[in-house]
């Protein structure tokens, strides 16, 4: 489910609100993230903290001193003086069931046959999100909920544990009247 949003100030940073996920070129292989930190490398590219590119490649000129998104994906790389040194747009992909995604570590998710092939598109087009600058997607899970979800478990396993003990002993018991 999609996780709370917190405002971050940095230009560089995407949540997508709603459906969809960012394209990251993972060494030639595409793979999918829904974390928008990214900054530019020393060529101007946008990459994630990893260093590898958003895709389709977004390059941000030298001299840029602002660039402006907004919830459609239409960027804006414009100078000191206000002039736009270059434009395009951030685009989205999305999969007919995205929970068959594969986790790859790191905050990125590969394509597997329960996930489908990715849909690219433009937010807030097609059923896709819309893009939030300067704001980040936080993590969706309770640490309350998950912390009692686990003493749950543990103590359903502890009952079955002596359910087990005392069914052995019993069998153990009638086993020795036997002889």
């Known amino acids: 489910s999609q996780g709370d949003y917190q405002q971050t100030g940095n230009q560089f940073d995407f949540a997508i609100e709603g459906e969809g996920f960012f394209e990251i070129d993972n060494n030639g292989r595409p793979a ?6 990214f ?8 990459t994630n903290s990893e260093g590898l590119r958003l895709t389709p490649v977004i390059n941000i000129p030298q001299g840029s001193v602002l660039l402006t998104v907004d919830s459609g994906g239409t960027w804006t790389a414009s100078d000191s003086a206000g002039g736009v040194l270059s434009t ?3 685009q989205l992909s999305n999969f007919m069931n995205p929970a068959g995604l594969t986790s790859m570590g790191r905050n990125l998710y590969d394509v597997t046959e329960g996930s489908g092939a990715a849909l690219a598109g433009n937010p807030s087009e097609g059923g896709l999100g819309t893009i939030s600058q300067r ?4 993590g969706n899970v309770s640490v309350i909920d998950e912390m009692v979800k686990m003493i749950v478990g543990q103590r359903a396993y502890e009952i079955n544990s002596k359910s087990i003990q005392t069914a052995d002993n019993m069998l153990q018991m009638i086993n020795n009247l036997k002889r």
Do not use: H, P
């Open 32 to 37: 999918y993230t829904r974390a928008g930190n």
């Open 135 to 138: 704001y980040l997607e936080m």
């Open 88 to 90: 395009g747009r951030i």
């Open 39 to 46: 900054k530019v490398n020393s060529t101007g590219d946008l």
